[in-house]
């Protein structure tokens, strides 16, 4: 989790930088669709917050949901505070199971066993 609470964990602007060099769509493509100048467009991928708007505008304009990315990054991280609040680690479940494979397979020597009595009682 990052350290202040309310800051998205990943870089936005970054994000969006290294969506235009995959798809090779220029600053200055995307500034003309979303009706701003290339420069101005340039320093507020560089900055350090991005207003909705601005981002909604540049979302519908590469046709690419931001939004769903941050959402699924930020579902993850819910589930683990809540995985972490109720006491659940996955290490914790990792070895809770291998406790349980243990006592199974003594259970089944076990079991075994007492098979082999019955039978060896029976003749």
Same mark, same amino acid.
């Given at each position: 989790?990052? /350290?202040?609470?309310?800051?998205?964990?990943?870089?936005?602007?970054?994000? =969006?930088?290294?969506?235009?060099? &995959?798809?090779?769509?220029?600053?200055?493509? +995307?500034?003309?669709? =979303?009706? +701003? !100048?290339?420069?101005? *467009?340039?320093?507020?991928?560089?900055?350090?917050?991005?207003?909705?708007?601005? #981002?909604?505008?540049?979302?519908?304009?590469?046709?690419?949901?931001?939004? @769903?990315?941050?959402?699924?990054?930020?579902?993850? &991280?819910? @589930?683990?505070?809540?995985? /972490? @609040? /109720?006491?659940?680690?996955?290490?914790?479940?990792?070895?809770?199971?291998?406790?349980? /494979?243990?006592?199974?397979? *003594?259970?089944?020597?076990?079991?075994?066993?007492?098979?082999?009595?019955? !039978?060896? #009682?029976?003749?």
């Amino acid at each position: 989790m990052s /350290k202040n609470p309310d800051k998205v964990p990943f870089d936005v602007q970054r994000k =969006i930088r290294m969506h235009l060099k &995959e798809t090779h769509l220029p600053v200055s493509s +995307l500034a003309k669709d =979303i009706h +701003l !100048t290339s420069s101005s *467009l340039h320093q507020q991928l560089y900055r350090d917050s991005l207003q909705v708007n601005r #981002l909604w505008s540049i979302c519908k304009a590469l046709k690419w949901n931001l939004f @769903q990315e941050i959402a699924n990054h930020l579902e993850k &991280e819910i @589930q683990g505070i809540q995985a /972490k @609040q /109720k006491g659940i680690e996955i290490k914790d479940i990792h070895e809770e199971m291998d406790e349980i /494979k243990r006592k199974l397979e *003594l259970l089944e020597n076990e079991n075994k066993t007492l098979k082999e009595v019955i !039978t060896l #009682l029976k003749s």
